[in-house]
């Protein structure tokens, strides 16, 4: 039977921690969620510099271990779907929002996009920001993806700056998009 077919609410899907001896499927749902999403818009060459590199077991444990970071499976029956990772303090990617979490990473398998997986691991990154006390929740999203783009706008963040992103040799511009709580 299909994934889809057993998806019949987001009942059937469960959001847990990750701990660090799941590090190989982090890696696993990493590396195929960002080839799904990226790499017909990206060189052969720095996808494979990517992937072998920020999405190494090495690299990723390291971000499992780091007190200020946690990440988030979401699971239909026993199969992880996707993904999210957030930073608080010193782990986030810049300091431009004050008393803030930020979402690096929000990844779903491509057959479940549109599906609400998003939308959970999205509420999820909320309520953590709640419980911490933050006032905001910030990201960045690639200036070409169009469907991101869109539904964080439908989440109701909005766009406040921009920063480089290194995928490989390529600079690409991030739109910087935060949401007050």
Known sequence: MR???RIDSVHSVS?????????EALQAISRLTFYETFAEVNTEENMSSYLENDLS???LSAELNNPNSEFFFAYLENEVIG?????CESAQNEQKTANSIEIERIYVLKEF????IGQLLLERAFQIAREK???????????????AFRFYQKNGFEEFDKH???????????????KNL
Not at 83 to 87: A, M, S
Request: cysteine-free; aromatic content about 10%.
């Open 3 to 5: 994934f889809m077919d």
């Open 15 to 23: 959001i847990q921690k990750i701990t660090l001896n799941e590090v």
């Open 57 to 59: 077991l090495e690299s």
């Open 83 to 87: 993904y999210l990772k957030i930073n």
């Open 113 to 116: 996009l549109g599906k609400t």
């Open 133 to 147: 006390g933050n006032e905001n929740v910030w990201l960045g999203v690639w200036e070409e993806n169009k469907r």
């Open 164 to 178: 480089i992103f290194m995928l490989g040799e390529d600079a690409q511009t991030d739109i910087l998009m935060k």
